[in-house]
C-alpha cells in the first residue's frame, strides 16, 4: 500500500524558513516522480517543485525559484522541501505526490500537467507578514 506522509508544516513569519517532508513507502522510490504541490486558501492546487529521483534537473513554479529547494534523501525513501524567504502568497496545504517507475523527462511532463498517481493528505502552512 503507497503511503504519503508529509510533515513540517507550520505558522512563521514572513521572511523565515520551513522545511517539508514527505515519508514515502509502498513503492520503489528509485526511479520516480516526485512532487510537492500547494492549494492556497479559496484557490485550486498548484505546482511548487518536482524531482526524478534517478537523476536530473528539478522542476520548480517560477513563483518560487531561488527561495524553494527540493531534494531527496534516498537512504530514508523521504521527499524534501526546503523553503526560504517564504512570503505570505506561499501559505496554504501543501502535498506530497508520487508517480513511481517513470522517467525524468516524463517527470517534467507530469509535473506540468499534475499527473501523479498518489497524494499525501498535506501540511499546512501559514505565513504572516
Known amino acids: 500500500q503507497v503511503q504519503l506522509v508529509e510533515s513540517g508544516g507550520g505558522s512563521v513569519q514572513a521572511g523565515e524558513s520551513l522545511r517539508l517532508s514527505c515519508a514515502a513507502s509502498?513503492?520503489?522510490?528509485?526511479?520516480?516522480?516526485m512532487g510537492w504541490f500547494r492549494q492556497p486558501p479559496g484557490k485550486g492546487r498548484e505546482p511548487v517543485a518536482s524531482?526524478?529521483?534517478?537523476?536530473?534537473?528539478?522542476s520548480y513554479a517560477d513563483s518560487v525559484k531561488g527561495r524553494f529547494t527540493i531534494a531527496q534523501d534516498s537512504g530514508k525513501n523521504t521527499l524534501l522541501l526546503e523553503m526560504n524567504r517564504l512570503k505570505s502568497e506561499d501559505s496554504g496545504m501543501y502535498y506530497c505526490?508520487?508517480?513511481?517507475?517513470?522517467?525524468?523527462?516524463?517527470?517534467?511532463?507530469?509535473?506540468?500537467?499534475?499527473?501523479?498517481?498518489?497524494w499525501g493528505q498535506g501540511t499546512q502552512v501559514n505565513v504572516s507578514s
Open positions: 524531482l526524478y529521483t534517478g537523476g536530473g534537473d528539478p
Open positions: 505526490a508520487a508517480y513511481p517507475d517513470t522517467s525524468w523527462s516524463g517527470c517534467r511532463i507530469r509535473f506540468g500537467r499534475a499527473e501523479f498517481d498518489y
Open positions: 509502498g513503492f520503489t522510490f528509485r526511479g520516480s516522480c
